[in-house]
């Protein structure tokens, strides 16, 4: 299974102060071009939050314009810039009927989890006790797991964004370590820079941002934009007979692969 992973375009009609000259909605159709001429096809496109950067109200229907060009199913996951109110009005494939932003799908022999860490729509994120409890039930009855937020559940070594990433990470990692030998990946974004690294035997990763990048300066005190490219990350999985039939908990063989692919706006 191909998944593409595409984060934080904030599609803007006014633009940003700091960008002169920028058309972030171009960026997001390139984007969409370069990810829909992948060679083979995604299976599917997960979109990591802050899609759009409209203020209180973002207009889903301009997202849905950028997104025409996409072919394999899109799943979206909300971001802080993002409304839980509005994307239900959006023409948009949405979230199962009654969905608090958090949900869960199977394909390709996974479960991917799709949490909703932005419920109160500032900087840092959280996930609350009932999505917790709920993460836990769907992790006990998966045999191989992709999760995908927002916010990263960790800190990434850069101190302004590492106080802006999920603000109960204890209590996440006293649901999600029990069950690490099934966890294939956990996927964040927010951070608009390409990274992955290891915690508790679980590979985390986040995609370039598809809008503009931040500069990894490990001293940062502020947000300061970097020159590298926008871009997405591709998510390749494999499992051994994903027909095969086992114990709801068992865990299956699997191999997983992330790269970047980077594009000139």
Request: charged share 20%; with cysteine; hydrophobic share 40%.
């Amino acid at each position: 299974m191909r998944i593409v992973h595409l984060s934080d375009a904030h599609i803007s009609r006014e633009g940003k102060p700091y960008l002169p000259g920028v058309d972030l909605g171009a960026r997001c159709r390139t984007a969409v071009r370069v990810s829909g001429a992948l060679q083979p096809g995604a299976d599917l496109v997960v979109l990591g939050g802050d899609m759009l950067d409209d203020g209180p109200s973002p207009d889903y229907r301009t997202l849905a314009g950028v997104l025409e060009g996409l072919v394999a199913p899109v799943h979206l996951c909300l971001g802080n810039h993002d409304s839980l109110e509005d994307f239900r009005l959006a023409p948009l494939p949405t979230f199962p009927k009654g969905c608090g932003g958090y949900y869960s799908f199977d394909a390709g022999g996974f479960r991917l989890i799709i949490l909703f860490t932005a419920a109160e729509r500032r900087g840092k994120g959280s996930v609350d006790r009932a999505q917790m409890e709920w993460l836990r039930s769907e992790l006990d009855t998966a045999r191989n797991a992709l999760i995908f937020m927002h916010h990263p559940p960790v800190d990434v070594g850069i101190q302004w964004l590492d106080s802006i990433k999920v603000g109960n990470p204890s209590e996440f990692w006293e649901i999600v370590e029990p069950f690490a030998g099934r966890i294939a990946g956990i996927f964040f974004a927010h951070v608009h820079m390409q990274l992955s690294l290891v915690h508790k035997g679980i590979l985390l990763a986040s995609p370039p941002a598809a809008g503009w990048q931040f500069r990894a300066d490990p001293a940062a005190g502020r947000a300061e934009t970097s020159d590298e490219l926008p871009g997405f990350n591709v998510i390749d999985t494999w499992v051994e007979d994903p027909s095969r039939e086992a114990n709801p908990g068992d865990e299956q063989p699997r191999a997983l692969s992330v790269r970047t692919v980077r594009f000139r706006p």
